[in-house]
Nanobody, 130 residues
Framework: QVHLVESGGGSAQAGGSLRLSCLAS????????MAWFRQAPGKKLEGVSA???????AYSDSVKGRFTISKDSAKKTLYLQMNNLKPEDTAMYYC????????????????????????WGKGTLVTISS
């Protein structure tokens, strides 16, 4: 069983920054593709960013150039640095782990919404005011 615990959410003004963290149990960061998803009120779950075990990184078009995903395996922690935040970034952010990818699948597939996520965190709320 893998446990994922997010932290770092909160309130910020537009143009500000926040850094989300996801503490992962076991060896998820080295064995699984890790991702951040978000869900805004009344909207569908959206893949934000992913980092697969080959080091390939993917971002949704809505956050590309503003968000950066990274990991510190020694700290068992996945990060999402969010800069130049916008009110439309307001959402519950979830950390996720996808254990196995098939041939041809990578981080872009993970956030594409077609794969089943093996483990989810409980989420951390981000609220951005204008």
């Amino acid at each position: 069983q893998v446990h994922l615990v997010e932290s770092g959410g909160g309130s910020a003004q537009a143009g500000g920054s926040l850094r989300l963290s996801c503490l992962a149990s076991e060896r998820a960061l080295d064995s699984a593709s890790m991702a951040w998803f978000r869900q805004a009120p009344g909207k569908k779950l959206e893949g934000v960013s992913a980092l697969d075990i080959d080091g390939i990184v993917a971002y949704s078009d809505s956050v590309k150039g503003r968000f950066t995903i990274s990991k510190d395996s020694a700290k068992k922690t996945l990060y999402l640095q969010m800069n130049n935040l916008k009110p439309e970034d307001t959402a519950m952010y979830y950390c996720a782990a996808v254990w196995a990818l098939n041939d041809g699948e990578d981080a872009r597939t993970v956030i594409g919404g077609t794969l089943s996520v093996d483990y989810w965190g409980k989420g951390t709320l981000v609220t951005i005011s204008s």
